[in-house]
């Protein structure tokens, strides 16, 4: 068992193949492409609102559309069942998600210069954290949006979670929410480095596995 964890630190000392430094270094563009769309689009859709309305989620910040004219619209609406105001203020996870996103994009370029399988595990590691704390953080705010209602509103309405992936009705309205173009970049990215890493690491068990049935073979 001691050897066997041995050779697994050894391992993790390898540099990269030439290949996946190429390829981590191409993962850092749509990375940062992730700025340049939204992440995330919510919309909802009525009898009296027959076009929609929608609110886009950056990395760094908020939209509507109708040039940005829907948000206001959506804050009327929630303002009438008690629903806080969406806007930037509220949305304090856009305050770290760029900083995040730039953080990895240095890690994944620094892999790629310089790094090991060690380095490779550790980005894997910290992408993953990124990834499940900001969605975990987007479906905790839609819960408190939804369910910290002033009671003193003009309309009552039961508490509930706006729709965070698919489609919900609530009352008269139809919403929806769905990932956008940001997060399919995000999702090459963090596809891409875990993929890199599992094939290093099966590689690696791989060429174990034959340097034991060489050494089996050997002669002393």
């Not at 829907?70 to 996870?93: C, F, P, V, W």
């Not at 508490?159 to 173009?181: D, H, R, V």
Request: with cysteine; charged share 15%.
């Amino acid at each position: 068992m001691r050897d066997a964890f041995a050779r697994f630190y050894e391992f993790l000392d390898r540099p990269l193949y030439g290949w996946s430094r190429l390829l981590l270094a191409a993962l850092v563009i749509p990375l940062v492409l992730a700025f340049t769309a939204p992440l995330w689009r919510i919309s909802m859709r009525a009898p009296q609102y027959p076009k929609g309305l929608y609110l886009d989620v950056y990395a760094h910040k908020l939209d509507g559309g109708n040039q940005g004219r829907d948000i206001q619209e959506i804050n009327t609406l929630n303002h009438y069942i008690g629903m806080r105001k969406i806007d930037r203020a509220e949305m304090s996870e856009l305050d770290w998600i760029p900083f995040a996103l730039a953080a990895l994009a240095l890690l994944a370029l620094r892999c790629a210069a310089i790094g090991n399988v060690r380095m490779l595990v550790d980005l894997v590691v910290v992408t993953s954290f990124v990834a499940a704390y900001s969605m975990a953080r987007f479906v905790y705010k839609l819960y408190v949006f939804g369910h910290n209602l002033d009671p003193k509103a003009p309309l009552t309405v039961e508490p509930f979670t706006p729709a965070i992936f698919g489609k919900k009705q609530i009352a008269n309205f139809y919403t929806e929410s769905y990932p956008q173009l940001g997060t399919l970049y995000v999702t090459i990215f963090v596809t891409g480095v875990v993929a890199i890493t599992a094939w290093h690491l099966i590689a690696g068990r791989l060429a174990a596995v034959r340097a034991a049935r060489v050494a089996a073979v050997t002669p002393a």
